[in-house]
């Protein structure tokens, strides 16, 4: 696809502009080298940001972000991230992976208790990582924002977001 930007994935713990909500940061060059494109899908913060510096917007002002519909994050690997196929409704055995990554390190338990506690998160997509950008807030306001429903298993212990 000839896309050549840094492929990136960040968990999301502290979203000043929705802070009961855990998340995740994708890159987009992994979207595109699988054919998709989720931006369509998601809220574009860059206005918002815009609108933020120029003062016409101020702190507490709502955003209401989309949910992606068909979709679910699934944590249920120790490091591994993946955003699999998952129609509402419906069990599927062997979900196809839209997009996945390996994060450096294990979940966090808070991190995975939060997720499996709101059964949702924040994806953001952005085409750079944290390192191009002076603040977090310069590097939120790159992203494309989305709520995710957090993908469950079912296993002898009861239904969680971990096999």
Do not use: C
Not at 3 to 27: C, I, Y
Not at 56 to 62: D, E, I, R
Not at 132 to 153: L, Q, R
């Amino acid at each position: 696809m000839g896309v050549d930007v840094e492929n990136v994935w960040a968990r999301l713990t502290v979203l000043p502009s929705m802070p009961p909500r855990m998340g995740l940061f994708t890159s987009l060059s992994e979207w595109l080298n699988r054919g998709i494109d989720p931006r369509p899908q998601m809220y574009d913060m860059a206005p918002t940001w815009r609108a933020f510096k120029a003062g016409l917007l101020q702190p507490g002002n709502p955003v209401q972000y989309p949910r992606l519909t068909g979709w679910a994050l699934d944590v249920g690997r120790a490091r591994d991230v993946r955003i699999i196929e998952a129609p509402e409704g419906r069990f599927v055995a062997e979900p196809p992976v839209v997009v996945e990554g390996e994060l450096v390190d294990d979940h966090p338990a808070a991190w995975i208790e939060r997720l499996a506690r709101d059964g949702e998160a924040i994806v953001a997509v952005g085409e750079q990582g944290p390192d191009a950008f002076s603040s977090f807030a310069e590097w939120s306001g790159t992203w494309h924002m989305g709520v995710i429903t957090v993908a469950t298993y079912m296993s002898p212990r009861g239904v969680g977001v971990t096999p």
